[in-house]
Each structure stands twice: as C-alpha cells, then as structure tokens.
C-alpha cells in the first residue's frame, strides 16, 4: 500500500497543480465560461486513463503464462523508462511549468471551448496514463489483494484534497522538497519494478539465468513485518536472480545519484515551483 500511495500522491498532485494553475490563470482572465470545458478535459482524461489500466489488465489475463510474463516485463521496462523522464523533466521544467501551462492555456482559448477541453485532456491524460502504466506493473509484482489498490486510491485522494487546499490557500508547502522526496522515493520505486520485469522475462524465456540465484533466504516470509517492508517498499524478495540485482543496482545507483546532484539556480526553480496562487482571484507571485 505505501508503493502505490506514494505513486499515486505523486502523480495526483502533479494533475491536481496542472488543474490549479489552469483554473486559476482562467478565473484572473476573466474566462470563467471556459471553465466547464476544462472540467470536462480532466473527466475525460481520468475515464482513458481508467481504462487504459483496465485494458492492460484484461489483456494480460487472456494470454497464456509465457506471454503474460514477457507483456508485463516488457510493460515494466517502459513504465520505468517513462517515470524516470518524468522524475527528471519536473527536476528541470519546475522553474518554467507555470508559465508553460498559462502559454498553453492562453492559446487554447483563443481556440474556444474545444480548446480549453483539450488542452486539460492532454495536461491531465498524461499524467494519468503515466500512472496506469506504472501502477500496473507495481500491482502484478505485489500480488493479489485489495492493498496495492487501495494504497493507490487513497494517495489520488489524498492528492486532491492537497490540490484544493493549496488553491484555496488552506495550506502551504515547500513543493520543491515535495517534489524531490517523492521523486527519489519513485525510483527507489522503479528500481524495483524494473528488476521485477526482468524476472518476468526470465520467466518467459527471453532473458537467461533465471536458475542463477543472487540469494535463496529460507524462512523469509513475504507476510512478515520486515518480508511486506522490503517486498511493498523495494520489491526485494526471498529469491532473487543475480541479473534482477546487477539491473536494480545498476539503475537505482547512478539515476538516484544523477538525481540528488544539485540544480542550478535552484532557488529560483523553488519560487516558482510554490507558486501556485494562494485563492481563487489572487494575482500570481
């Protein structure tokens, strides 16, 4: 449940800030008849991006074991490659996301009604597909069980409530520090779903050595207080292949060092990263 919170409170909020801006930069504008057709764009956006997680689901559970394992190591591989960009492009574009999305936002409505909706499509879609994609990997390697869902659910709830009270000016917070925890939180994250996906195309043949075990630790139980903490949060398991730790190490070293590596102007990118308005009507920062 934590994994999946985590993803999903990330992911979350980054939509739920794309909305706050968006909305924000409408109601200063004095756009606020556009403001329904953005609604509809982020409405449509979460039902593909539902669906998209669904249609991942179903159309592993129709194939047999062989290709049920190299779909999922396949989809792992992409996932990670996907949310790594992620991680790093906001690393870089915070200091300009904002102006970035009012550029966009200003465009669209000089298009009209059809392009307010589609520009909250593609703003909040990505994000959402981003999510699907990386959730469903997260969820084959945990297993069954309502968990992983639920850990999922409530970390897009818990990030909404986050966005309405920053836009409100309920609360504040440091979304520069936000942003780097979870971001190095998130490829502790897919470092693991990477090494799970490797196993999979162990599994299905594709890759060797799935024989060639880095650890075989009997009595380590997955249901165990320290078993769940290391499965949930690392994806480190019992058995492991010593190609799923040379490839877990081997990412989760230099992507996590590339990472913490200071920014340039860093100050600069954390004003304007903090600076979603504060209420509804309230000039910009």
């Known amino acids: 449940m934590l994994q999946t ?8 909020l980054e939509a739920a800030l794309v909305v706050s801006i968006l909305m924000s930069f409408m109601v200063r504008s004095g756009h606020r008849d556009r403001i329904p057709a953005l609604w509809a764009g982020v409405a449509v956006a979460v039902i593909i991006s539902f669906g998209f997680g669904a249609l991942l689901h179903y159309t592993s559970a129709s194939m047999s074991f062989e290709a049920q394992e190299a779909f999922g190591g396949i989809l792992s591989i992409v996932a990670v490659v996907f949310v790594t960009w992620m991680v790093f492009w906001m690393r870089r574009a ?9 550029d966009k936002m200003s465009a669209a409505i000089e298009i009209g009604t059809i392009g307010v909706f589609t520009a909250a499509l593609l703003a909040v879609g990505r994000e959402g597909l981003e999510t699907a994609l990386f959730l469903y990997p997260t969820f084959q390697a945990q297993g069954a069980g309502a968990g992983p869902a639920v850990g999922a659910l409530l970390g897009i709830v818990t990030a909404v409530v986050m966005g309405v009270l920053l836009y409100r000016g309920v609360v504040s917070m440091n979304l520069a520090a936000f942003f780097k925890v979870t971001g190095a939180a998130l490829i502790v994250i897919a470092a693991g779903v990477l090494a799970y996906g490797v196993h999979d195309l162990q599994e299905a043949g594709i890759l060797p050595g799935i ?4 650890w075989d630790v009997d009595g380590w139980e997955i249901t165990s207080w320290y078993g769940a903490l290391l499965k949930g949060i690392f994806n480190l ?25 200071p920014v340039h102007d860093r100050r600069s990118a954390d004003r304007e990263v903090d600076s979603v308005p504060a209420a509804v009507g309230e000039p910009a920062r």
Request: hydrophobic residues 45%; charged residues 15%; neutral net charge.
């Open 5 to 12: 919170f985590l993803t999903g409170l990330r992911e979350g």
């Open 94 to 102: 915070a200091r300009t996301l904002k102006g970035e999305l009012h």
């Open 237 to 261: 398991g019992p058995q492991m292949t010593v190609l799923e730790v040379i490839v877990y190490l081997g990412y989760l070293i230099p992507t996590m060092t590339l990472f913490l590596r």
């Open 211 to 214: 024989d060639t075990l880095a």
